[in-house]
């Protein structure tokens, strides 16, 4: 079975960084896609960044030069995030995609005050 959780949400002033972790309950290089999405209240979620296949990673016009995504060898997929803007705040999602389905984390709350 397949679980994702994230963790490392939090409080953070403009201009701060924070880390986000999700934890898979498979080894990360055994999906074939994970990415980071987030959502705020009304709104649909929107993409953030994705690690696809061999290692090609994309993001969110919003974020680059802001955030980087990465993993590790083991069962832990992360996101930095850098030079915090209020319009971040959100509740951010780790999605895998494992054979053909799409799995979810519960998400974590990031809140960045101005």
């Known amino acids: 079975q397949v679980q994702l959780s994230e963790s490392g949400g939090g409080l953070v002033q403009a201009g701060g960084s924070l880390r986000l972790s999700c934890a898979a309950s498979k080894n990360v290089f055994s999906f074939n896609a994970m990415s980071w999405y987030r959502q705020t209240p009304g709104n649909e979620r929107e993409f953030v960044a994705a690690i696809v296949g061999g290692g090609t990673i994309r993001y969110a016009d919003s974020v680059k030069g802001r955030f980087t995504i990465s993993r590790d060898t083991r069962n832990t997929l992360y996101l930095q995030m850098n030079s915090l803007e209020p319009e971040d705040t959100a509740v951010y999602y780790c999605?895998?995609?494992?054979?053909?389905?799409?799995?979810w984390g519960q998400g974590t709350q990031v809140t960045v005050s101005s």
């Open positions: 999605k895998g995609r494992y054979a053909t389905r799409d799995y």
